[in-house]
């Protein structure tokens, strides 16, 4: 679910909160440069294992 949308400085950050059916929570920050197609991935956890899922699920999407 997309939290926040805000512009800065020619980037375009998408804020989400992603949530597990096991209650294991998951932040993101997705930054879009718009002056190239250069896409940066921040993600937040304490379950190492659910920040590489989620960046497995991330590469995917945006691959398609």
């Known amino acids: 679910m997309t939290v926040a949308r805000r512009s800065v400085d020619g980037q375009e950050?998408?804020?989400h909160s992603i949530k597990?059916?096991?209650n294991i929570f998951v932040l993101s920050e997705l930054k879009i440069h718009q002056a190239s197609?250069?896409?940066t991935l921040s993600l937040k956890s304490r379950h190492v294992q659910a920040v590489a899922n989620m960046?497995?699920?991330f590469q995917l999407?945006?691959?398609n």
């Open 13 to 15: 950050l998408l804020y």
């Open 20 to 22: 597990y059916t096991n």
């Open 37 to 39: 197609t250069v896409l």
């Open 55 to 57: 960046n497995d699920m």
């Open 61 to 63: 999407i945006l691959s």
